[in-house]
């Protein structure tokens, strides 16, 4: 089983430019998240999809978009990558509300 | 907004020593769960508690969580060279969907 599987795993970006985070799961479960993970301020949720259809704004949702694309993907895009944006972006998923999430091993995004 | 507190944000020990980490919520919490994350890698599911007073153990590692559930406790004892790692709290608050907030994780060194 591949679990939760993120591409890219690096990433640099110049100011101003887009790029799109996949995020794929192959354990059927209902929700999705991404996260992002800066030094000493722990994981913050960007945002969450609960189930198939639906997506929700986190604690930092500005500056990112989200797509559902199905039960199985979640991807997150930057429209206008900006240096504050650089960070850890780790993908998860859980089968049913907030229980056990499994994590991907996560994307490093550098924006210069 | 909501949040948790963790404590300490870094934490030194001789291999042998315990060690542990707290997390407390000025709010009630509906769950909390811990996630280890190696240096370089993404968190890793530990454990979910979800009643008052609530106590588990896996080996070395034990669990606590408050009787007013707004707060939460992780204890290694006799710490090895494989816990290093920084731990994470994770809440979820009553009301509402259950998406996890993570507390900004305590980092453990072990001295061999």
């Known amino acids: 089983n591949a679990g939760v599987t993120q591409t890219p795993k690096f990433q640099v970006l110049k100011t101003g430019q887009s790029m799109t985070l996949q995020c794929a799961q192959d354990?059927?479960?209902?929700?999705m998240y991404w996260y992002r993970q800066d030094p000493g301020m722990g994981l913050r949720l960007i945002y969450y999809?609960?189930?198939?259809?639906?997506?929700d704004k986190g604690e930092v949702p500005n500056g990112y978009n989200v797509s559902r694309l199905n039960k199985r993907e979640f991807s997150l895009r930057l429209e206008s990558a900006a240096p504050s944006q650089t960070s850890v972006y780790f993908c998860?998923?859980?089968?049913?509300?907030?229980?056990?999430?499994?994590f991907g091993s996560g994307t490093r995004l550098t924006v210069v | 907004g909501q949040q948790v507190m963790q404590i300490p944000q870094y934490q030194h020990v001789q291999e042998g020593e315990d060690f542990t980490t707290y997390c407390n919520s000025s709010?009630?919490?509906?769950?909390i769960q811990w996630y280890k994350q190696r240096p370089g890698g993404h968190p890793v599911f530990l454990i979910q508690?979800?009643?008052?007073?609530e106590v588990k153990k896996q080996k070395r590692l034990t669990f606590q969580f408050g009787e007013a559930k707004k707060n939460s406790s992780l204890h290694i004892t006799a710490t090895q060279t494989t816990d290093v790692g920084t731990y994470f709290c994770?809440?979820?608050?009553?009301?509402?969907?259950?998406?996890?907030?993570f507390g900004a994780g305590t980092r453990l060194a072990v001295h061999p």
């Open positions: 998860a998923s859980s089968a049913v509300g907030s229980y056990g999430y499994t």
């Open positions: 354990m059927n479960h209902n929700s």
């Open positions: 999809s609960a189930s198939e259809g639906t997506t």
């Open positions: 709010t009630t919490l509906s769950n």
């Open positions: 508690l979800v009643k008052s007073g």
């Open positions: 994770a809440a979820s608050f009553s009301g509402g969907y259950n998406k996890l907030i």
